[in-house]
């Protein structure tokens, strides 16, 4: 049987009963937070439907406020520069700085996921498109045929895609089955082909600004 979770009128799920446990647990899912199952025509809050299961004991912030409590998250959170400046330093910067943003996230998701290969395609990627760029110069100064940099340039951007769809994969993974977040992480794959360096970004900074608010991790 699958269960839906309710929080401040998003609706999250389906879980298993096991799931829902565990990330009861974990402190994903909150006892106070509603529940039903496809079944149940009413919400429940979520212990009315696990029962009576272990759930780990939050820790208190030392701060001069109020105290709050986290579960901390035993994972890096990811690159928390917001999407926005993301993009507009890669429009002021022509694209360059989307170059030098994506092994910041390919380098996160290695440490989360170290069998991802992001990492290495992206190198080689831009390995392919600054040495078609040489070339490309290299023949337009010469007057010789640009076709082996023509080539190598397109090699280099399907390769970049390889390596987003590649860091597609290992996000919706890692934040549906390792470290999940209540909504499931289900990314566009048009978004990823047009967009793929601020795409991830805007879901690590939706993911950074809620795992913060539910005190995941620790500043």
């Not at 820790?59 to 579960?71: E, R, V």
Request: glycine share 8%.
């Amino acid at each position: 049987m699958n269960y839906f979770v309710k929080r401040d009128s998003q609706e999250y799920g389906p879980y298993t009963l096991s799931e829902l446990q565990r990330y009861t647990s974990a402190g994903n899912i909150l006892l106070t937070d509603l529940c039903r199952s496809e079944g149940m025509p009413d919400w429940v809050p979520v212990s009315q439907v696990i029962g009576n299961i272990p759930v780990a004991a939050p820790a208190t912030m030392a701060s001069g406020g109020p105290s709050q409590t986290y579960s901390p998250s035993p994972y890096p959170p990811p690159p928390s520069l917001h999407w926005g400046v993301v993009l507009l330093l890669g429009i002021v910067t022509c694209g360059i700085f989307a170059w030098v943003w994506v092994f910041v996230e390919a380098a996160w998701m290695k440490k989360v996921a170290p069998a991802s290969k992001a990492a290495l395609l992206y190198g080689l990627s831009v390995g392919l498109l600054v040495l078609a760029f040489v070339l490309n110069i290299s023949a337009t100064q010469t007057g010789m045929p640009r076709g082996v940099g023509s080539l190598l340039d397109i090699a280099g951007w399907i390769l970049w895609l390889v390596a987003s769809f590649n860091m597609r994969s290992g996000i919706e993974e890692h934040f549906s089955t390792v470290e999940p977040v209540p909504s499931a992480m289900n990314l566009s794959g048009v978004m990823t082909f047009f967009f793929n360096v601020y795409y991830f970004q805007y879901h690590f900074t939706k993911v950074n600004e809620l795992k913060k608010q539910q005190g995941y991790y620790v500043a």
